[in-house]
């Protein structure tokens, strides 16, 4: 609760701490105690206070000033000094006002939330709005398919003219790597045979159960066949002899 108006000491919401000639000790001690409102001891003060440099016993000795002067409160505790701000220089709301102030916490809150909806929306139309292509990039796009739709029209005028479009070099290019490919699928799908066969020859697992635990998967289990790519590959060998 802020201190009441008619007090000579602020809170550090009103005054701008900064130890210099202009601020003394006590004033910047009085007004965190005042600004905390709650039980403290010097070491709580010194811990947060180390921003100005204050030694312990400075701020031990502007505390007992303070006390001493019935600027704030304190309490002993065997050999240790619990000190409070005055509590009567705080306005302390009646249930009256304590109701109104709830209902305007309340009132606030819902507006607090209207506003982050409102805050939620604008935002997701402005990520709506830069997803989307500026009149510029629309040009280039529309330029660019253009382009491509014209390419792909001359490549059909010579396929429709009977031209070949893939030289023969390219073709047997091509031919090879695929060769050599379906060799070191063929190659690699025997090495497994012979390991897997190794492996699993004296094993009390069930096959089907042990092949699932390693997350082993053959190729008809994934949709492939090598029989299937390499009769594609002679079937591709045919064409070309025929023409």
Not at 23 to 31: K, M
Not at 158 to 166: E, I, S
Not at 177 to 195: G, H, I, P, V
Request: glycine letters at 4%.
């Amino acid at each position: 609760m802020a201190p009441k108006s008619d007090t000579t000491e602020g809170t550090t919401d009103s005054i701008s701490l900064s130890f210099d000639s202009s601020v003394s000790l006590s004033a910047i001690v009085l007004n965190y105690v005042n600004e905390q409102n709650r039980p403290l001891n010097s070491q709580n003060v010194a811990d947060s206070l180390q921003k100005f440099n204050l030694k312990k016993a400075s701020i031990q000795k502007a505390l007992d000033t303070l006390a001493d002067s019935g600027k704030i409160s304190f309490k002993e505790y065997g050999k240790q000094k619990i000190y409070l701000a005055r509590q009567d220089q705080f306005n302390i709301p009646n249930n009256e006002e304590l109701a109104s102030m709830k209902e305007e916490n309340a009132k606030q809150q819902e507006q607090l939330q209207q506003q982050k909806k409102a805050i939620t929306e604008v935002e997701g139309e402005i990520k709506s709005l830069q997803s989307n292509l500026t009149l510029e990039q629309i040009h280039d796009k529309e330029a660019k398919l253009r382009k491509e739709v014209k390419e792909m029209e001359e490549k059909l005028v010579k396929l429709r003219g009977g031209v070949t479009l893939v030289s023969p070099e390219e073709r047997r290019a091509v031919e090879a790597m695929y060769s050599e490919t379906m060799s070191q699928w063929r190659r690699r799908k025997r090495m497994f045979k012979d390991l897997w066969d190794a492996i699993t020859e004296n094993s009390p697992k069930n096959l089907k159960e042990f092949k699932e635990e390693l997350g082993i998967e053959y190729d008809e289990d994934v949709g492939v066949s090598l029989q299937s790519f390499s009769e594609l590959l002679q079937h591709g060998k045919k064409r070309a002899r025929g023409r």
